[in-house]
T-cell receptor
Framework: DAGVIQSPRHEVTEMGQEVTLRCKPISGHNSLFWYRQTMMRGLELLIYFNNNVPIDDSGMPEDRFSAKMPNASFSTLKIQPSEPRDSAVYFC???????????FGPGTRLTVT | AQTVTQSQPEMSVQEAETVTLSCTYDTSESNYYLFWYKQPPSRQMILVIRQEAYKQQNATENRFSVNFQKAAKSFSLKISDSQLGDTAMYFCAFMKETASKLTFGTGTRLQVTL
């Protein structure tokens, strides 16, 4: 299996621009998670989906962030408009039923100038 | 809410030696899962080991083993025969129920030296 695939790997954008991060989970996994990693806040969950349905979006910072999972093999995280404080590494992870191990993608390093 | 604490920001160990990384957590749940993840400089998050709270037996994966003390809410990771490739950040993580979010500690940076 190819593992969790994320694109792009690096993104540099200017403040105010829209940013879209993409994730393809491992085939057969039914849960998908978006995490953000920063020096200040560490690793924190933004949102997760079970069977394409959002279950917990309490970690989404504000209305500028939105996430979708239109089908079992694709998810997007969108930031509009982006701000410098959104600069971070964004990870996507997926898991199947038992043994509930989450496998992470390589991450997207986002820099907003 | 669950919290995970890693009290050792940095540690160093010589190659071939053994090192133990500490992790404590706070929860009112009785059934949960604990994990250790490794993040090398490539920033890839790699699952190292998993422990189910209902199991008394400590998990082992090759050179990696855990000491799980449920009553003390402690979950330490022992790395035996340390190798240069073990140099990384190590994160302890808690999951309170099946297929739910991971709550991470702040990490321990491990340096393996010659």
């Amino acid at each position: 299996d190819a593992g969790v695939i994320q694109s792009p790997r690096h993104e540099v954008t200017e403040m105010g621009q829209e940013v879209t991060l993409r994730c393809k989970p491992i085939s057969g996994h039914n849960s998908l998670f978006w995490y953000r990693q920063t020096m200040m806040r560490g690793l924190e969950l933004l949102i997760y989906f079970n069977n394409n349905v959002p279950i917990d979006d309490s970690g989404m910072p504000e209305d500028r962030f939105s996430a979708k999972m239109p089908n079992a093999s694709f998810s997007t995280l969108k930031i509009q408009p982006s701000e410098p404080r959104d600069s971070a590494v964004y990870f996507c992870a997926s898991t199947s039923k038992w043994p509930y191990e989450q496998y992470f993608g390589p991450g997207t390093r986002l820099t907003v100038t | 809410a669950q919290t995970v604490t890693q009290s050792q920001p940095e540690m160093s160990v010589q190659e071939a030696e053994t090192v133990t990384l500490s992790c404590t957590y706070d929860t009112s749940e009785s059934n949960y899962y604990l994990f250790w993840y490794k993040q090398p400089p490539s920033r890839q998050m790699i699952l190292v080991i998993r422990q189910e709270a209902y199991k008394q037996q400590n998990a082992t994966e090759n050179r990696f083993s855990v000491n799980f003390q449920k009553a003390a809410k402690s979950f330490s990771l022992k790395i035996s025969d340390s190798q240069l490739g073990d140099t990384a950040m190590y994160f302890c993580a808690f999951m309170k129920e099946t297929a739910s979010k991971l709550t991470f500690g702040t990490g321990t940076r491990l340096q393996v030296t010659l």
